[in-house]
């Protein structure tokens, strides 16, 4: 069973940054395109960033210029790099692995994480 395991959360600054990581199983990570998304209390899901299995990299407008998706080949991780927070960047992150494409759309991603906290103060 594929597991998509992310860490990094917390509470930080607005201005401040945090680093996300989601980490899989390498067989996953080898041939997986893979999402972030953030769902802010009582706001539906939405893609900030994602990176194809070819490596392509998709940013949401809100992200572009902060924030920075990669990956972690020797260790089997996407990693989620967030500069120049604010409070608008807070919410639940999740990360999302999709056989094919990727993307920005939830509806592409079929494996979900169970998400970690991000809380941006003033």
């Known amino acids: 069973q594929v597991q998509l395991v992310e860490s990094g959360g917390g509470s930080v600054q607005a201005g401040g940054s945090l680093k996300l990581s989601c980490a899989t199983d390498k067989y996953t990570f080898a041939i997986y395109s893979m999402g972030w998304f953030r769902q802010a209390p009582g706001k539906g899901r939405e893609g900030v960033a994602s990176i194809a299995r070819g490596g392509k990299t998709m940013y949401a407008d809100s992200a572009k210029g902060r924030f920075t998706i990669s990956k972690d080949n020797a260790k089997n991780l996407w990693l989620l790099e967030m500069d120049n927070l604010s409070p608008e960047d807070s919410g639940v992150y999740y990360c999302?692995?999709?056989?094919?494409?990727?993307?920005?759309?939830?509806?592409?991603?079929?494996?979900w994480g169970q998400g970690t906290q991000v809380t941006v103060f003033t």
């Open positions: 999302a692995a999709d056989r094919w494409y990727g993307g920005l759309e939830v509806v592409r991603y079929n494996l």
